[in-house]
Nanobody, 122 residues
Framework: QVQLVESGGGLVQAGGSLRLSCAASGRYAMGWFRQAPGKEREFVTAISWSGGRTYYADSVKGRFTISRDNAKNTVYLQMNSLKPDDTAVYYC???????????????????WGQGTQVTVSS
């Protein structure tokens, strides 16, 4: 069973930064989704198995950066210029067999982490 362990969430003021980590028990194409209170879960960003391709939701382009350290089987989400609208539970997810992208939909993902809360105060 694949395990995904997220860390790095917390409370930050608007304009601040946070870095989320997701440690996996293997190497997979990975993505981050988020779910705000009363809203559906939405795609944030994803990275291919090799790390050579990345994808972002329009709402986070230029502010968030996804990266990976394949030696550690860990994916990172660097979040800068945070806004109150970024407040959500952030989930990392893994795709068992990399289809080539762009990994936008939840159905493409086979494994999910428990989620980590990110709260941005105004």
């Amino acid at each position: 069973q694949v395990q995904l362990v997220e860390s790095g969430g917390g409370l930050v003021q608007a304009g601040g930064s946070l870095r989320l980590s997701c440690a996996a028990s293997g190497r997979y194409a990975m993505g981050w989704f988020r779910q705000a209170p009363g809203k559906e879960r939405e795609f944030v960003t994803a990275i291919s198995w090799s790390g050579g391709r990345t994808y972002y939701a329009d709402s986070v382009k230029g502010r968030f950066t996804i990266s990976r350290d394949n030696a550690k089987n860990t994916v990172y989400l660097q979040m800068n210029s945070l806004k109150p609208d970024d407040t959500a539970v952030y989930y990392c997810a893994a795709i068992k067999f990399d289809s080539g992208g762009p990994y936008y939909t939840e159905d493409e993902y086979d494994y999910w982490g428990q989620g980590t809360q990110v709260t941005v105060s105004s």
